[in-house]
């Protein structure tokens, strides 16, 4: 609750009750996402730890709390996008937290819960404002460090409890769950802190020696600040230790805003103003000190109101002495404006960035259903850009058909220099000899062939893998019968075989794209060879013609050829629109996420249809524009035609089409080239993400073998003792084999919780012990993401970078941080480790398939290390330990927080 200890007030913590995230998390995880915990363990031990250092235990106030806790809410924060923490959510969680008050107003043991995390998220954010409110208490406002710490911390006190009020009436409709959460409660802490903070100011322009008018302003805004939170919290009973202090604070600083106006007129020699004021500052003054009996503002009031009356004393005898000016009412007197300093508009930090929470431990978490839609999100938004990107380049591919096939803009060149080298196209040549010209072309291409080559031995060595691991299993199936209860190879590793397949097909893809770009360089080779010569060769080259346009008497220009480069122009220039346009497409596709819009919407309240909808409408406006700047260069184009054929038929010199017709045919050699390099270094991308994706796979695939290896020698060495514990009276040929330890992932990085443990190592009878149906597999199996077309491929004839395949990385096994987690493996209990055992059958189930319980551990009592006994540390001076639970309390509770023991006397 709040204290009066000192000048200042502050906010006492809440505390809670123990939560542990990891059992329902580390369940959810493993039966609703088929994916490992262990993977996950990580951030939920984190959460699990901070919430016992800053909430079951009270916060401290020091800035270490401020940031655990900013940690803790940065981390519930993410996870609340990946777990359901909600009434009736799927992840099993109860959020307790004590309360602060009892209706009557005093400490009290009563508690709140609920499992929706926003009751959680609730309760952290009033501890933040909390914690400032109590650093700013404990601030010494005659240093000016101190006088520092005091506004910023009051004020960030202030804005935690005004966002907090507004939270409550967002996300629990103004009903709180609890009483230390009202709106009305909160509103009365945010003013009464504010109202600090603008107290704060007036001291550091005090101790600044600020001019006394400014001094007035600050202390003015400074009364009608408390008088703001003292209407607050006059509502609120919780609040009535504050009362005092706030109706004595509301008067002292109109008090000291009279006051310091009176000085400031006294320095204009304005003595009867200074006397009317001080009259009133005199007056404020006794009622603020008769107000602050029994407060910690006593001692305050007096000094000031001591100084005060001394100061009228003085003034009235030397009016009376000296000045004799006339004292004019108050209420004549101009009133003192306020000068607002303090604020609780300033925004929360951003809790999710690295800098508070760290690095997102659950960012590789996604629900199936995220998962499959974002991957069908990214299969609508490759089409719909690349069909606006392909419509861009199909115009420019018109384009420059068009113009060779009108030896434009070489005729031109010819017809104006016939016998000098257009500059463009010298230009365009050492382009490409400054990209390596045609012996790098010819390079790339031939590096090409060592990526393809190793992504196909990776695949071939994965497939390897999966059918010798296979052929295992079904050899020991054929060998065993009935006894070898594993499940089948073929129903782990289908979804597995086919994410190969696809890769595979990926692969077989880019080598067709491979091909062809191959054929188009033999093909423009000689060309680009060509145009890739000195200017002096390719001169020499290039066959000469003279020729000048036919013109008029008096010099008009009667071939058109003006107007014809006027379009030429037009024709660039909308030509590098569509290069930035298609630039502008690709960057928002590449900033464009739909994950956090998904995992927003987990619960179905929206269907994906919509969101996909939504998402996509960004492209909207782009796809608009593209359609323009196509209209627009066709019409370009038509006229340029048009004039073309102007220019033909008043052309001289015929001689020059040969000439012409090279140029012309260079600059198209120019253009393959340009493609080629394009192509190649998009190929050359795409082989990397498709090789890092090989790579990934071909461990996972490593990994699951390297598992069922394992799981295969112990399920056989459980068979091998069963039979040979079992009397030969009782030995049956068909007899069930106990249940193997079943290895039941998705397909290798993840171990399902559905394999069954023998309750017991000796194998019963046949007619004592029925066989039991083999439980289903529950299965997660992410589609592989698709890294894009090959090069080469239409409609866009570029590659789209590959997604990151959907499954979790696992390490190559053989390293030490590999432990593989399976379905009836069997490890020793460890009291203070977090290891969930999946799988172990539930005693309670009728037939059928087993119920599972999680964290059972079969057969084995766990045998806990006897530990020598500690020397508990004394309390704090601020602290009493009890006498039942020794637990230490705050010196301001009657009875323990715990276990409800009274204090002792």
């Keep these: ?279 009133e500052a005199v007056t404020l003054g006794q009622k603020a000190a008769q107000l602050a009996a029994g407060t910690s503002m006593a001692p305050i009031a007096k000094i000031h109101n001591d100084k005060i009356r001394g100061g009228l004393e003085t003034a009235e005898k030397d009016n009376k002495l000296i000045y004799n000016a006339m004292v004019p009412a108050l209420s004549s007197l101009p009133a003192i404006v306020g000068q607002a300093v303090a604020s609780s508009e300033r925004p929360l930090p951003d809790f999710e960035t690295d800098a508070i929470r760290g690095p997102d431990p659950f960012e590789k978490l996604l629900p199936f259903e995220v998962a499959t839609g974002v991957s069908d999100y990214k299969i609508k938004q490759d089409t719909r850009t690349a069909d606006i990107i392909d419509k861009l380049r199909q115009a420019t591919r018109d384009t420059v058909s068009a113009l060779g096939d009108m030896n434009l803009p070489a005729a031109i060149q010819v017809t104006e220099d016939p016998g000098t080298l257009p500059e463009a196209l010298l230009n365009q040549g050492r382009e490409i000899v400054d990209r ?225 017709g090279m140029i012309a045919d260079l600059g198209l050699r120019y253009e393959a080239a340009v493609d080629l390099f394009n192509n190649l270094d998009e190929g050359t991308k795409f082989y990397g993400k498709l090789t890092t994706m090989c790579m990934k796979y071909k461990n996972k695939v490593t990994d699951f073998h390297e598992a069922r290896r394992i799981e295969k020698q112990e399920t056989l060495a459980d068979l091998n003792k069963a039979i040979a514990s079992t009397p030969s009276e009782q030995y049956a040929t068909h007899n069930p084999a106990p249940p193997g330890r079943n290895f039941s992932s998705s397909s290798t990085g993840s171990m399902s919780n559905q394999g069954q443990i023998p309750q017991q190592n000796q194998i019963q009878p046949q007619s004592q012990m029925p066989p039991q149906s083999q439980p289903q597999q529950q299965q997660y199996q992410p589609a592989p993401a698709y890294p894009g077309p090959p090069h080469g491929a239409p409609p866009s004839n570029m590659y789209n970078q590959p997604q990151q395949p959907q499954y979790q990385n696992t390490p190559q096994y053989g390293q030490q941080t590999y432990t593989p987690q399976y379905s009836g493996y069997q490890q020793p209990a460890q009291p203070a480790q977090y290891a969930p055992q999946y799988g172990a059958p539930s005693q309670q189930h009728q037939g059928g398939i087993p119920s599972v319980v999680y964290g059972q551990q079969p057969q084995q009592q766990p045998q806990y290390q006897q530990y020598p006994a500690m020397n508990m540390p004394a309390p704090a001076n601020n602290e009493w330990a009890c006498i039942a639970c020794s637990f230490f309390n705050s010196d301001l509770l009657p009875k323990c927080e715990m276990c409800d023991t009274p204090r002792p006397r």
């Design 436 to 660: 390596g010209g045609p012996e790098e072309l010819e390079r790339l291409i031939n590096s090409l062939e060592s990526p393809r080559s190793k992504i196909r031995e990776i695949l071939e060595e994965a497939e390897r893998l999966l059918s010798e691991e296979e052929a295992q299993d079904n050899e020991m199936r054929s060998k065993h019968g009935s006894r070898w209860t594993r499940t089948p190879s073929k129903d782990l590793t289908a979804q597995t075989r086919d994410e190969g397949q696809k890769m595979r097909s990926w692969l077989e893809k880019a080598a067709d794209g491979d091909a062809k770009v191959k054929a188009k360089f033999e093909e423009n080779k000689s060309g680009i060879v060509v145009l890739c010569k000195p200017a002096h060769e390719l001169n020499e080259i290039i066959p000469k013609v003279s020729g000048t346009p036919m013109r008029t008497p008096s010099g008009r220009d009667s071939t058109g050829i003006e107007e014809l480069k006027k379009l030429l122009t037009q024709l660039d220039q909308l030509r590098l629109e569509r290069d930035s346009l298609e630039a502008e497409v690709q960057s928002t596709k590449d900033q464009d996420n739909i994950q956090d819009l998904l995992l927003q919407h987990t619960d179905g309240s929206v269907d994906q249809a919509s969101l996909f909808a939504q998402q996509l409408s960004r492209y909207d406006d782009v796809e608009k524009r593209a359609t323009d700047i196509v209209t627009k260069s066709m019409e370009v184009l038509t006229a340029t035609q048009q004039a073309n054929t102007v220019f033909v038929s008043g052309r001289d010199g015929a001689g020059g089409n040969q000439r012409e």
């Design 1 to 279: 609750m709040a204290a009066d200890t000192g000048a200042m007030l502050e906010v006492l913590c809440k505390t809670a009750q123990p939560t542990d995230f990891k059992e329902p998390f580390a369940s959810y995880i493993a039966n609703e996402l088929g994916q490992d915990p262990g993977d996950f363990s990580g951030g939920v031990t984190t959460m699990t730890d901070l919430r016992k250092t800053v909430c079951v235990k009270r916060a401290e106030s020091y800035e270490g709390s401020i940031t655990a806790l900013s940690k803790y809410y940065g981390l519930l924060l993410s996870a609340s996008k990946r777990f359901p923490m909600a009434e009736g959510g799927r992840a099993n969680l109860n959020f307790t937290w004590n309360e602060i008050y009892e209706q009557q107003g005093l400490f009290g043991k009563g508690k709140k819960s609920s499992c929706a995390v926003d009751f959680e998220k609730a309760c952290v954010l009033f501890n933040l404002g909390a914690v400032h409110s109590q650093i700013g208490r404990g601030a010494n406002l005659k240093t000016d460090e101190g006088q520092k710490s005091a506004i910023d911390n009051f004020q960030k006190a202030a804005a935690y409890f005004r966002r907090l009020k507004e939270f409550m009436e967002g996300s629990f409709g103004g009903r709180s769950p609890s009483a230390d959460l009202e709106p009305g409660l909160l509103d009365a802490m945010s003013k009464t802190m504010l109202a600090q903070a603008q107290e704060a100011l007036v001291s550091k322009g005090v101790a600044a020696r600020m001019k006394n008018t400014l001094v007035a302003k600050l202390s003015m805004s400074a009364h009608s600040m408390f008088a703001e939170a003292l209407s607050a919290a006059e509502s609120r009973k919780e609040l009535r230790q504050w009362i005092p202090l706030l109706k004595c604070k509301e008067t002292y600083f109109l008090s000291v805003a009279q006051y310091r106006m009176s000085a400031a007129a006294g320095d204009t020699d304005n003595y009867g103003e200074q006397l009317s004021r001080l009259r």
